[in-house]
Nanobody
Framework: QVLPVESGGGLVQAGGSLTLSCVTS????????MGWFRQAPGKEREFVAA????????WYKDSVKGRFTISRDNSKNTLFLQMNNLKPEDTAVYYC????????????????????WGQGTQVTVSS
């Protein structure tokens, strides 16, 4: 199984924007719900956003609602996370992963329900 590859992280000032990308291979991307998680130093990995396999539904962590937008391009096996109005508390390593089970409509926020994690991309927001 080939793991996903995240990109697009960087250093940005508070109020700025970044767009993360995650390219996957090795499994049929269009059959899997995909999610973004993040992990800050000294903290546990936490859910950020997810999108179901058909892109018909999305769900978000409360603190990012209205600022972050998750999307996917099934023709390019790519997942995106548009992040606007970034805050210092958004600083973390961001990971993408696919939810276990094909064609699932379960709106999970648990990292244990996801697998095939990438190496992550660092997002740093300065105040």
């Amino acid at each position: 199984q080939v793991l996903p590859v995240e990109s697009g992280g960087g250093l940005v000032q508070a109020g700025g924007s970044l767009t993360l990308s995650c390219v996957t291979s090795g499994r049929t991307f269009s059959l899997y719900t995909m999610g973004w998680f993040r992990q800050a130093p000294g903290k546990e990995r936490e859910f950020v956003a997810a999108i179901n396999w058909s892109a018909g539904s999305t769900w978000y962590k409360d603190s990012v609602k209205g600022r972050f937008t998750i999307s996917r391009d099934n023709s390019k096996n790519t997942l995106f996370l548009q992040m606007n109005n970034l805050k210092p508390e958004d600083t973390a390593v961001y990971y993408c992963a696919s939810q276990r089970g094909r064609l699932s409509d379960a709106q999970s926020t648990r990292s244990a329900d996801f697998d095939a994690w990438g190496q992550g991309t660092q997002v740093t927001v300065s105040s």
